[in-house]
């Protein structure tokens, strides 16, 4: 018996060692790097595309790298990121040739919009927004927006700060986070007459599902329906104090979620941030004011068919 117990011990201290060592070469190492694959993509601009890019632009991009001292999305410190993934700073997306993406290729940047994967081959981790499952026009229209005259966006020569992911990034990138698939199909464009659909699009290419299912970590960004918690809340984004921010249940659950709202305070609620007269949105969930009426009520119609969870989040107030 005393024999056994003492092999079972050696195994063990032999298994805890190479553990450690594992962690120790992950934590000394980079987040892993992949096969770039050249992407031959010929970019469509025009002023009603340009003007597309800017409207995603602002929802999907600018909360992350817009410098309200440069007031371009040249990058920043990204207080409100999880300080599990350790300290992360959004890079200069401006079109400067040496600090920003002005001598990237079209293709180089759908490849990494898509994919995750940077031209030089390094993984982007997941707080950077993927967009394995938006639309080609709209990507079309992202890119066109980033080669366009606007002031968000002309060259601006700010360094990028070098991210300094933690010993949890680093071994998410291996085991769990890895880049997405580059679609070999077209991905079309919801109609406006199928509302559902739209709706669909939306809350999920918007990044609605990822901050609304149970947790960022757990989130299935191909397939967001089969995200646990998904659209239930309870998710914990940061504001820029470092607080967390528990997020609301948007099933139609009547007594956790937004089963009792009517889709006018929806729109209101999501577009400016306001439900009868009081403040509906807190950072760092920030109103929409640029989708339509249109958008905003479609995105509701979607989330009233989604199976009521009942789950009650309390309301996050500072």
Known sequence: MKRALKIIGVGIGVLVLIIAIGLIFISASDIPSYEVTKIDFKLNS???SVARGEKLALMLCANCHLNTTTNKLSGKRMMDAPPEFGEIYSQNITQDETYGIGNWTDGELVYLLRTGIKRDGQYSPPYMAKMP???DKDINAIISFLRSDNPLVTADPTADTPTKPSLLTKLLCRVAFKPFPM???EIPLPSTDNTLEL????AHNLDCFSCHSADFKSN???NPELSPGYFAGGNK???LQGRVMLTPNLTP???TGIGNWTKEEFINALKYGQKKGEKALTYPMMPYPQLTDLEAGAIFEYLQTIPP???KVERSIY
């Not at 709706?199 to 939306?202: E, S």
Request: net charge negative; no cysteine.
């Open 46 to 48: 025009s002023p009603e």
């Open 133 to 135: 499952n938006l639309a």
């Open 183 to 185: 679609p070999i199909e």
């Open 199 to 202: 709706g669909k699009y939306l």
């Open 220 to 222: 299935d960004y191909l």
């Open 237 to 239: 984004p940061l504001d």
């Open 253 to 255: 659950d009547k007594e």
């Open 309 to 311: 969870v009942k789950n």
